[in-house]
Each structure stands twice: as structure tokens, then as C-alpha cells.
């Protein structure tokens, strides 16, 4: 994989990279649909096998959430685990829960009840910020750059309490290198960014804390669809290259299931589904239902 | 023409004082969206425990190093019991709470030191000084006390630009919400935010009081002007609220010196609420795009 892809393709006027870009979009919803399920059979498989109980803990775990705001209860009963290193895609329909989901597991609700858990630790009722601490980052939706600081700024803020001095300039140049289109942009204005760039620094600004679990919401919403291509290329990768776990939760269920491990269907607060990504995706009937495509 | 140049000088000397009240408010707003009322009343409090160490200590420089600790502690006790449970409420409940705070405070200090008008040492002598035999109008003090203030200010600018704490103030500031996301312990920030008012709160009033003289509201009429003077500047800009308080320390001394002494304070309200009808959002307002 090119790490410059979303650099290239984010110039756009460049031809050969457009070129690139596009390819890639086409062969998400055609040929490379086929391999990607082939990857996704064997990850499939080795899920089970580390799902058969006593072989490898999940990374994140959530039991039995029941959390809301203001006496409305939005979610009911909730219990997902995601293994270590695999991509869980949370969908359903707008008010499932999705996003209060990813709320509560970073603190921002206090849920009435349940548990969650990172490698065993219980982080249930912790403040937002000590949960990073922990390991959880939460990319919320709308993507919270800090737009009066700059884009240096903005990823700063993010290493801010994990490294020493050394430890940030390091985590600083590994972010510039993986994403060289922040690079190129990194003394401007966060407010300057077009939404494709934005989304990449929230995810690269989450990155500088080194951690365990990345909540994604929705980091599709607002894009070109070919900027989309891009963006779930990108949570491939910290997958499949950093062996990050990520949750992500997104309305646009048909990119999510192409490169998820676990597809999970909230529906008015609760778990409706539960299934392999690629065997949710070929089930035309749960997907007309839930899904919508 | 010398008339003018002294009245130009000694404005100067008084503005500082007015942007050093007007650069405590801005810290607090940016940070909380809080207009502390008691930020006076706070000031007089740490001046008095300056006065009291002074004439213990015969020590003008104790008494100074004393209020400017007295003032970064009380900003954050302050902020720490009262004002957290209203941070995130609506905003009269923390317009109720400072008031509060600014009639207790000055009560407190009425019961331990009395009512009465107390002469307040100056650091430096205030003999007039002179360009060959020109009198400037200023003296030795008036220079201390406008390069005290402006010390202050480029020390917190630079704490705001170059170092973490500065991106960790300036995050929380900008983004709470943002900055909590990403492990900054905003709490903490803001309870520093407020200890760095206080701060350079206690700094204005020890350097208005030998004009004032000390009594439990002498900093109110002082607080109305650097409130005015932040409010020229924007209340959201550190930048602003120097050149406010130097744009109004100027041209009220104008006013003292060509219209008559007894104008000024009147002088000083009609400029606020001019401001206030006519830009309220302050000359130095940037107005940020919030896309999202």
C-alpha cells in the first residue's frame, strides 16, 4: 500500500494520483470486492477461533451497557466485545444508539449500568480524559479539529500527556510521515483544511497517544464518496500494519462491512445482529432490513 | 506640545493598570466564559495582605512577592469550590456567584482591616522625571508600573505560545470538548487559568493603590474600567485587552488633563457602553469560522 495515497489523492489536480484514487473507489465496489471477502473468510476464521473462549481475551469489552441522556434511555442491554486487532462496525439506522454507544464507552454518559472493560481493566464511570489515558481514543463525529489552533498544534494536543519531549517529537514525525498531506500543512490554520484533510488529522491527532482501541463515528459523513475510498483504506491499514482495534460506527454500512471483521446492528437501542462482516454483507435479507442496501 | 506628551505618558502608566484587570478578565472568559465581578475584590484582598507583610517586614518587595502568591492561590481556591459547580450552567447562575463573591470578599475585608483609607507604598520614588528640564509627566514608579504589566504580559505570552502548558490552556480554551477527547485534564487547566487571573489581578492592585489608596471598594472603580477596557478589546483576546487598556488609560487622561479631572470616570462609562452599543464584540474581535 502507498502511505502517501490519501496525500496524493487529496491533491486531486495531480493526475496520476487522481488516477489512483479513482481505481481504488471502482475496485471497492467491483473486482476487489471478491478478494477483499477472501481476506475477510480467513480473518473470519481465525476469529472464531480466538472467539472460542479461552485462547485470547477481547481488547474492549462492553457488557450489558444500558446508558441515555436526560431519562431517555438509548441503549438497552448492549454487550459487544472486540478482539484485539480486528475492526467491529457498529450500524443501524439514525437514533440506534451508535453514537451514544461510543459516548458512554469514552465517558462522555455515564451509563445507568453494565461494564467496560480494556484488557480487563474496568473503565465503567471514569472521566473522558483518564479513559484516553487508558488506552480508548474516540474520534467523534463532526470531528473536533480545533480550528484556531494549527494543524501542528492540533496533533500536539494530542501526544500531550503520553511522551516525554523526545517521546512527542518521535510521535510527531511518525504521524508527519504516515500522513504526509499534514505535513505539507502542518503550520496552517486547522481551519484551513477541507473535510477529507480534517478527518485524517482527527484520526493521525488520536494516533499521537499510542493507543489500544480507536472509536471511529461515522468518518464517512460529509465526504466525497472517492475521499471516502480513502478513509477506510487508511482504518484498513492501522489494522492490519499497527494491529489497532477499532470500533467504527458508520451510516454508511456498505464501506464499513468491506473491511470490517464484525458487523453489529443496533436497532433502537439494542443488538439486533451480531455476525462476521462478510457474512452480514452477503445476507441480502438482514441487509434490506437493517441496512437499507 | 509637552502638555501633550505628559498627558500621552501618564495615560500610558494608567492604562497598564486597566489592561493588567482587562488581561485577567480575558483569561477567565476564555477559559470558563465566566465574567469574574470579584475580580477587584479580589485584588483589594491581596493587597492588604500585601500591606500587612510591608508593615511587618518594613519590606516593600516581600509584601510584592507575598500578594502575587496570595493572588495565584486565591484565584484557584476560588475556582475550585465556587465556581466549578456553576462552570457549564447557565450563565447568570455564574454572573450571581462572582457578584456574590465580590460582596463577600470586599465584607471580609472590611471586618479585618476596616473602612478606612490606608496610603499604600509606591516601589519606586515618584518625583517627576525629565528629558533635559522637560517635565514627562511621569516618574520613576509610572515606568515600573507600565513595565511591570508589560513583563507579565509577554511572560504569559510566551507561556501561551511555546510551552504545553500554553497548547494545553489555549486547547482547553478553544475546544473544551476537543481537548477532554484527547486526555487534557481540563479541570486542572482551568483552575490554573483562574490562579494566573488572580495573579495578575493581585499585580494591578498593588500597582493602582498608591493612587487609590486602600479601602475595601477602592479596586470598583478601577474593575469598571479594565472591564471597559476588555470589552474595547474583545474579552476574548490577550492582545486586545493590552491595547484597550492603553487606548483608554491614554484617552482618559486626555479627558483629565484638557476637559477637567472631575469628567473621567463619567468619561469612563460613556466609553464602555458606547463600545458596548456600537461593537460589542470589541475592535480586536476575530470573528472564528466554526465549520463543521
Known amino acids: 500500500m502507498p ?12 493526475t496520476s494520483s487522481a488516477g489512483a484514487g479513482a481505481g481504488r473507489g471502482r475496485a471497492q465496489s467491483g473486482g476487489g470486492r471478491e478478494a477483499r471477502g477472501r481476506d475477510k473468510q480467513s480473518a473470519g476464521a481465525g476469529q472464531t477461533e480466538r472467539g472460542g473462549g479461552t485462547s485470547r481475551a477481547a481488547a474492549l469489552e462492553v457488557e450489558h451497557l444500558e446508558s441515555g441522556y436526560a431519562g431517555v434511555m ?12 480486528t475492526i467491529t462496525a457498529v450500524l443501524g439506522a439514525n437514533g440506534a444508539g451508535k453514537t451514544t454507544l461510543l459516548a458512554t464507552i469514552s465517558g462522555f454518559v455515564r451509563p445507568r449500568q453494565g461494564r467496560v472493560t480494556l484488557d480487563g481493566t474496568d473503565l465503567t464511570r471514569r472521566a473522558p480524559e483518564e479513559i484516553v489515558r487508558a488506552g480508548i481514543a474516540h474520534v467523534p463525529e463532526g470531528q473536533a479539529v480545533i480550528t484556531e489552533l494549527t494543524v501542528e498544534e492540533n496533533l500536539r494536543v494530542g501526544g500531550l500527556w503520553r511522551h516525554g519531549q523526545a517521546g ?3 510521535a510527531l514525525e511518525d504521524a508527519y510521515k504516515r500522513f504526509p498531506v499534514l505535513a505539507a500543512a502542518r503550520n496552517r490554520s486547522a481551519s484551513t483544511l477541507s473535510g477529507g484533510e480534517r478527518q485524517i488529522l482527527v484520526i493521525a491527532r488520536a494516533l499521537m497517544a499510542s493507543p489500544k482501541v480507536l472509536l471511529l463515528d461515522e468518518p464517512s459523513l460529509g465526504l466525497a464518496p472517492r475521499i471516502v475510498a480513502q478513509v477506510m483504506d487508511l482504518i484498513q491499514r492501522l489494522r492490519d500494519e499497527s494491529g489497532l482495534t477499532v470500533v467504527l460506527v458508520e451510516q454508511n454500512a456498505r464501506s464499513a462491512l468491506a473491511i470490517a471483521d464484525l458487523g453489529v446492528v443496533l436497532n433502537v437501542g439494542r443488538v439486533v445482529v451480531i455476525e462476521e462482516a462478510a457474512v452480514l454483507g452477503a445476507d441480502e435479507a438482514l441487509r434490506k432490513h437493517y441496512l437499507g442496501f | 506640545m509637552t502638555e501633550f506628551l505628559q498627558f500621552t505618558l501618564g495615560g500610558v502608566s494608567f492604562g497598564m493598570v486597566y489592561a493588567a484587570i482587562a488581561l485577567s478578565l480575558v483569561l477567565i472568559w476564555r477559559g470558563t466564559r465566566i465574567l469574574n465581578y470579584s475580580q ?9 495582605i500585601a500591606l500587612t507583610v510591608i508593615n511587618h517586614t518594613g519590606s516593600y518587595w516581600e509584601g510584592f512577592v507575598v500578594a502575587l502568591a496570595a493572588g495565584l492561590v486565591l484565584g484557584a481556591v476560588i475556582e475550585r469550590t465556587v465556581i466549578r459547580p456553576v462552570e457549564n450552567k447557565p450563565p447568570l447562575n455564574a454572573v450571581v456567584v462572582t457578584i456574590g463573591l465580590l460582596v463577600l470578599i470586599e465584607g471580609i475585608a472590611g471586618i479585618i482591616y476596616g473602612g478606612q483609607y490606608r496610603s499604600f507604598p509606591t516601589a519606586f520614588s515618584v518625583t517627576g522625571l525629565h528629558a533635559r ?6 516618574s520613576r514608579n509610572d515606568v515600573f508600573v507600565a513595565s511591570a504589566v508589560l513583563v507579565v504580559a509577554l511572560a504569559l505570552a510566551a507561556l501561551f505560545r511555546f510551552t504545553s502548558v500554553g497548547l494545553r490552556l489555549r486547547a482547553s480554551a478553544f475546544n473544551p470538548y476537543a481537548a477532554r477527547l484527547l486526555g487534557v485534564r481540563v479541570g486542572r487547566v482551568l483552575t490554573l487559568g483562574w490562579a494566573l487571573a488572580g495573579l495578575i489581578g493581585a499585580l494591578a492592585g498593588l500597582l493602582v493603590s498608591p ?4 479601602y ?7 474593575f469598571v474600567l479594565g472591564f471597559t477596557a476588555a470589552v474595547i478589546g474583545g474579552l476574548d ?5 493590552i491595547v484597550g487598556g492603553l487606548i483608554l488609560g491614554v484617552v482618559l487622561n486626555y479627558v483629565g488633563g484638557y476637559l477637567g479631572s472631575n469628567l473621567v470616570s463619567i468619561f469612563g462609562l460613556v466609553a464602555l457602553m458606547a463600545v458596548l452599543l456600537i461593537r460589542p464584540s470589541g475592535l480586536f474581535s476575530v470573528t472564528h469560522e466554526r465549520r463543521v
Not at chain 2, 477587584?40 to 492588604?48: K, P, S
Open chain 1, 3 to 14: 502511505s502517501s495515497a490519501e496525500a496524493g489523492a487529496e491533491r486531486g489536480g495531480g
Open chain 1, 74 to 85: 438509548a441503549l438497552r442491554d448492549v454487550s459487544i466485545s472486540a478482539k484485539p486487532g
Open chain 1, 168 to 170: 512527542r517529537a518521535a
Open chain 2, 40 to 48: 477587584g475584590a479580589m485584588a483589594v484582598l491581596t493587597t492588604y
Open chain 2, 133 to 138: 528640564s522637560v517635565p514627562l509627566g511621569i
Open chain 2, 211 to 214: 493612587d487609590t489608596f486602600l
Open chain 2, 216 to 222: 475595601p471598594s477602592s479596586m470598583d472603580s478601577i
Open chain 2, 237 to 241: 483576546s490577550p492582545v486586545g485587552a
